[in-house]
């Protein structure tokens, strides 16, 4: 959907925007299935999905991870018969957040990739 010739890997944040679409207008959930599958199967051991996938570089991006909002929009979007596909997806990894995160709530000095989209 998205510049398909110049874009040919799967970005997690333009992905989210496009499986919203596919609920809204044709109410298929087939990209947005797809796109869960593959994030959750991009995530490094301490629960970091890469901003995008399939891809032969790992680009770890928490800042940018859409991933746990798509599942958000899923269980929001999606016929309750549809949500068996939410209970093999595990979001939450321990000890992940409270290494990097500041009494403000905000996350410092992250060892990933910080990229924030404009």
Same mark, same amino acid.
């Given at each position: 959907m998205d510049t398909p010739y110049y874009e040919q890997l799967q970005y997690?944040?333009?992905t989210r925007v496009q499986a919203l679409i596919s609920? +809204? *207008?044709? #109410?298929?959930?087939? /990209? #947005?299935?797809? +796109? /869960?599958?593959a994030?959750?199967?991009s995530r490094t051991p301490d629960g970091i999905t890469r901003s995008r996938?399939? +891809?032969?570089?790992r680009r770890p991006s928490? /800042?940018?991870?859409?991933w746990? #909002?798509? /599942? &958000?929009?899923?269980w929001m979007y999606r016929p309750i018969r549809n949500r068996r596909v939410l209970r093999c997806r595990n979001p939450h990894r321990p000890g992940l957040v409270p290494e990097y995160e500041q009494p403000d709530g @905000? @996350? &410092?000095? *992250?060892p990933?990739?910080?990229?924030i989209d404009w």
């Open positions: 997690i944040g333009d609920y +809204a *207008v044709a #109410g298929d959930d087939r /990209l #947005g299935r797809e +796109a /869960l599958e994030f959750d199967n996938y399939p +891809a032969p570089c928490p /800042l940018f991870s859409s746990i #909002g798509m /599942l &958000h929009d899923y @905000l @996350l &410092h000095e *992250v990933w990739w910080s990229f």
